[in-house]
């Protein structure tokens, strides 16, 4: 039976019906095409601008080119040390070998304190982006080569919406990351786990995991799912004794799992065995402040809107901070308006001029590290739970996108590109129900505009603005039409989903304005004064999606029964 | 919701299976006319998803945009004249145009310091910059300061010329060139699909987008509003039709080369066909050609008086000088190599042999538009008609072959595959062309990537999809529907003889790339690869040329379905 029939039988209509004609190979659903084409526009970025990220990966290669293995991780000439962990320095060791010699003398693996380099290198690294990003094709390919029949088109979607990912182009491309070749080895994980092949999961998990320690944010995910899938097999349990909860872990295959992840580890850490203090103080620098360079748009990001809001409502509004005192002991909040102006006049010396520094709130609690990651740890664990009761693929995804959001949202420190933790499980998983389609939408708009400040150039604005909105135009689009409505009973809050279209179209408003803002910042004083204040507006504005969109997602996962009756 | 999507709607649905039984049909017969020719190419690929009705205005956004992401991307790399100083180059050459209408009275606008960059376009063209210029000072007036901002090259005034440009594009030339595409397609009962990969086929030309978002220029606006008056034409408003020319015209005097076809066409319509003698007609073209060129040039008149409209139509058609200025593909320039024309004529007797030259070679053209002012043949003859222009006349340069390469490209709402190949073969010899400008500019990068793209983007390449990749990498067409033809595929005409010349001159091209970037020129021919590369351009363009001539005499009785 052809792919053609299949689709054709399926209730459903799905796209291209109507036309069906019977190839001889039948689709190929092929990401080639995808690939070649995006290549061009990848080559015609390179001239483009890059961040100091740039400096970073090309410090690297000099370090891992120069340097013996020992020394990788003491070396501070630049300020640019190594942080990521031991297998992402072996890639650029590996990188390192490539470089031709022109490159070389163009000063591409110097070890100097800020890189002095030209154009050569610059072309010579976006290849190695780009030729590392190769992988993530191949993987989607996988991917969709390996899923079944009645699911390519699906599947078709979903990769080609990742590989072409406004995310990847703006952070990879013009930027300047890895992100796309770390992802693939991500989602070589999330296949490998669709397929029932645990093992090669955990390989590939551990694996990326020791490429960039960020995704250390959805191990508990992983380790549920491992554990309850693999580990534990309850089928005939009964319990009469203790004893009996013993015979609950499958000991051989919890060797087996414990092998492949320790065997990862050891080939990863081994040889910086003795210098692992450290190792571990590059990889997890605790003394960074609560949010990175600008605020991230997450839930920190509101607290603190509330905090400005409050601010000012309490002194401009005096008899509001007497009510409030009723309520609440002035251990937790401020006693008296004088406090509040003092504590004013200590930010103002500090400033938030978006710069990496420690945040104070004026009237709302100061936030610790212990509470962001006890926050974390809550939503994380709320998010893992029902694996352990249902360990099908989707409940996977759905607490893989889960422990992403809660890392995203409530995490110390938290980059506004770690949202690629929560939308590319997320890809994966919209697909099963029309109904997380609006959480999706909120969050990949909302996401990607978060990206925008990134590129502050102007020469790039129209690129990511209008790459992004005819990314949304395209994938909402196939998304809607691909996507089935699995449920019989359609459970949709209309009101709902009106309030995020509203919310994505006024983006829009939102992205013009402050690009305007900042066009014109030189004319009027008060702009110049508060240039943080564009940077502001994208955060606060982004994180209302984004939480809209946890919470949405939330409800599903942990009140909708038909969405996760598995169809196997 | 569902149902809608389960019963295909009307004439759209069932046009379609006929078009793509027609299409399966030719596949087994292996016929040599397809109703889709462009099916086997990635665009064609990428479209296909959105082919159904409910779903095209997606297509539309699609192209469009991917078509401004593109046109940025090359905006990224640099233009003529980057860090050139004293005189930089066309680049300032806008930006200057953009200052001196800012500051000056319109009096002073064809004065004003001649040497460095006066202006020496047509009055359109001073507007635009007025207009421009007008926006810039108000975002940022440091940009069109007079004097004071000459040489800026600065990140903001790069973004914001560049965004001009595109913004000029949106207006004159994108939404022109899709209402021409879809008005043929609708005659010529085209699939929707095929008139989007037709319309995204003009719109990818990577030799207007190299020159006027690599190199910077504005020759959107006046190839634009050309086509805006060709639409005219279609729809049989003839007085527009002049109104859009004369500012065309009026905005670079190049599409001049395409006057005497408008005029055929004109005169044809309004005194002999489909009546003699239409006078109503006759006087509404009359009285809107002068009256448009009137308030053009009135500004002019008004505040400098007539010297000052002697003075601008002086600076536009520079007779001083010489026949040809650097190497270009046409006559002079590839001959001059054996007959030293410099030396061996005066000024003026060159003048007046190029005129005769030219006039030779447009007039058959011009005949037949008067006998047979038939709408499909208007591509045709102002394609003849231009390149007689291009390869003739007197001062030209190489970024001219845009003019010719317009009405070939808008052939690509052909659906023939004899006439899609020679006009895509003609689109990348002018790329080829243009290589030595673009390299004084820095656009190798840009060059590469918009040639291959466009090659690609269009099929060309099908052929070399290759095989030898591991399965699951499955290279080819994504999701149509077409696995087995696509490799094949490559835009060459059926007859052996064109076919035995396309690769000939490719071949030629390639290996002049290979000798140009191994080998450097010998001393004392500094320019031998440029004058290679001209030759080889002008051989082309002549054969072309020719071409468009043997069209307009056979399809001079035909009907639009042959076009």
């Known amino acids: 039976m052809t792919v053609g029939e299949q689709l054709e039988e399926s209730p459903e209509g799905l796209i291209l019906k109507e036309e069906l004609q019977p190839a001889p190979g039948g689709r190929r659903f092929s990401l080639w095409n995808f690939w070649i084409c995006s290549l061009f526009l990848k080559l015609l970025l390179v001239p483009d601008y890059y961040s100091t990220d740039f400096d970073v990966h090309r410090n690297w290669l000099a370090i891992t080119n120069a340097l013996p293995l020992r020394e990788w991780y003491y070396e501070k000439t630049s300020q640019w040390t190594l942080d990521y962990p031991p297998f992402f320095a072996y890639f650029e060791w590996v990188l390192s070998q490539f470089v031709p010699a022109a490159v070389r003398a163009d000063g591409c693996l110097d070890i100097v304190p800020q890189g002095v380099f030209g154009a050569l290198t610059v072309l010579f690294q976006r290849c190695t982006v780009i030729a590392s990003e190769v992988l993530l094709f191949v993987v989607l390919q996988v991917y969709i080569n390996t899923s079944p029949p009645a699911e390519k088109t699906q599947s078709f979607v979903v990769a080609s919406s990742i590989v072409l990912s406004p995310m990847l182009l703006i952070v990879d491309h013009i930027h300047f990351q890895y992100n796309g070749f770390l992802f693939a080895i991500l989602i070589a994980s999330i296949v490998a786990a669709r397929k029932r092949k645990f093992l090669l999961c955990a390989f590939f998990y551990s694996t990326a995991l020791c490429f960039k320690h960020i995704f250390l944010y959805l191990a508990p995910c992983y380790f549920m799912f491992l554990l309850r899938t693999y580990v534990l097999q309850f089928e005939g349990f009964r319990f009469k004794s203790y004893k009996d909860l013993f015979r609950i872990i499958h000991w051989g295959r919890l060797f087996k799992l414990g092998g492949v992840v320790l065997g990862v580890a050891v080939v990863c850490f081994a040889p910086f065995a003795r210098d692992m203090p450290q190792l571990l103080s590059r990889l997890f620098p605790f003394s960074r402040g609560l949010t990175h360079a600008y605020w991230a748009p997450n839930f920190w990001a509101l607290y603190s809107l509330c905090d400005k809001v409050l601010t000012v409502a309490l002194l401009k509004v005096p008899l509001f901070h007497r009510l409030i005192l009723k309520v609440l002991s002035p251990k937790i909040f401020p006693a008296s308006l004088d406090i509040i102006r003092q504590r004013l006049k200590k930010n103002a010396n500090h400033g938030t001029k978006g710069l990496v520094e420690d945040v104070y709130f004026v009237v709302l609690p100061q936030i610790t590290p212990a509470t962001t990651f006890l926050l974390t740890l809550l939503y994380q664990v709320l998010a893992v739970l029902p694996l352990l009761f249902d360990a099908s693929f989707k409940r996977f995804l759905g607490s893989l996108t889960l422990c992403g959001f809660a890392s995203f949202l409530f995490g110390w420190h938290v980059h506004e590109k770690a949202i690629m933790l929560v939308i590319i499980p997320f890809s994966f998983l919209v697909v099963y129900d029309r109904r997380l389609l609006t959480s999706f939408k909120l969050v990949t708009t909302a996401g990607y505009v978060s990206l925008f400040p990134l590129l502050y150039k102007n020469d790039d604005y129209l690129i990511k603005t209008l790459y992004t909105y005819v990314w949304c135009v395209i994938y909402f689009f196939s998304l809607a039409k691909v996507i089935r409505l699995s449920s019989s009973v359609e459970r949709r809050v209309f009101f709902l989903d009106r309030l995020g279209i509203t919310y994505m179209c006024s983006l829009i408003l939102l992205v013009s304005a402050v690009h305007l803002m900042n066009v014109m910042n030189w004319k009027y004083s008060v702009l110049e004064k508060y240039q943080f204040l564009t940077l502001m507006c994208y955060s606060f504005y982004c994180s209302f999606g984004i939480l809209g969109s946890w919470l949405g997602l939330s409800w599903l996962f942990n009140f909708d029964e038909p969405l996760w009756q598995s169809l196997e | ?551 307009l005499i056979t399809l001079r009785n035909k009907t639009i379905q042959e076009l």
């Open chain 2, 1 to 551: 919701m569902s149902s809608e999507k389960k019963e295909p709607q009307g004439e759209d649905a069932s046009s379609k299976t006929k078009s793509l039984s027609k299409l399966q049909r030719n596949k087994d017969e292996a016929a040599p006319e397809v109703e889709e020719c462009f099916y086997a190419s990635p665009i064609y690929d990428f479209l296909y998803p959105f082919r159904s009705p409910g779903s095209q205005w997606v297509t539309e956004y699609i192209i469009v945009v991917f078509l401004l992401i593109i046109k940025s991307a090359i905006g990224l790399g640099s233009y003529s004249g980057f860090q050139t100083p004293p005189m930089f180059g066309d680049f300032e050459a806008q930006r200057h145009w953009m200052e001196i209408t800012q500051h000056l009275p319109v009096s002073q606008w064809y004065w004003f310091d001649l040497q460095y960059w006066g202006l020496d376009y047509p009055p359109f063209t001073a507007y635009h910059s007025y207009l421009l210029g007008k926006i810039g000072t108000f975002i940022y007036p440091p940009w069109f300061e007079l004097d004071a901002s000459r040489g800026m090259e600065t990140d903001g005034i790069k973004s914001y010329m560049r965004f001009t440009v595109l913004l000029s594009e949106c207006i004159f030339y994108i939404p022109a060139i899709v209402y021409f595409t879809k008005w043929v397609g609708r005659r010529k009962k085209q699939s929707p699909i095929g008139q989007f990969v037709a319309a995204a086929a003009i719109l990818f030309q990577p030799t207007l987008m190299l020159i006027d978002h690599g190199h910077f220029q504005y020759n959107c606006v006046m190839l634009g509003l050309t086509v805006y008056a060709i639409n005219n034409l279609l729809d049989g408003f003839y007085a527009m039709a002049a109104v859009c020319f004369v500012l065309s015209i009026c905005f670079k005097q190049m599409a001049l080369y395409y006057a005497p076809i408008f005029f055929a066409v004109l005169l044809s319509k309004s005194l002999f066909f489909p009546r003699l003698f239409n006078i109503p007609r006759f006087l509404s073209v009359a009285f809107a050609t002068l009256a448009s060129l009137f308030v053009m040039f009135a500004p002019l008149y008004i505040f400098g008086g007539v010297g000052n409209v002697l003075q601008s139509i002086h600076r536009i058609f520079p007779f001083a000088r010489g026949i040809f200025e650097d190497k270009v593909a046409n006559f002079w320039c590839v001959t001059n190599v054996f007959f030293k024309y410099k030396t061996m004529f005066t000024q003026s007797e060159l003048q007046f042999y190029s005129l005769v030259a030219t006039v030779v070679g447009f007039f058959p053209a011009f005949m037949i538009m008067i006998f047979y002012p038939k709408k499909f043949l208007i591509p045709y003859g102002l394609a003849a008609c231009s390149m007689a222009f291009f390869l003739f006349s007197f001062q030209v340069h190489e970024k001219t072959i845009l003019v010719p390469l317009l009405p070939a490209t808008l052939l690509f709402t052909s659906t023939n595959w004899n006439n899609l190949s020679m006009v895509f073969w003609v689109n990348n010899v002018a790329l080829f062309t243009l290589w030595p400008l673009l390299k004084k500019d820095g656009l190798w990068l840009q060059y590469c990537v918009c040639l291959v793209m466009y090659n690609w983007l269009l099929g060309n390449f099908s052929f070399i999809t290759p095989r030898f990749l591991p399965k699951i990498l499955t290279p080819g067409p994504s999701i149509s529907n077409i696995a087995e033809n696509y490799r094949r595929r490559s835009l060459l005409p059926h007859n052996i003889i064109w076919k035995i010349i396309i690769l000939v001159s490719y071949l030629c091209m390639l290996m002049i790339h290979v000798l140009e970037y191994t080998i450097a020129a010998p001393s004392q021919y500094p320019d031998l690869w440029v004058q290679l590369n001209c030759t080889v351009g002008f051989g082309c363009f002549v054969l072309f040329w020719m071409w468009t001539y043997y069209k």
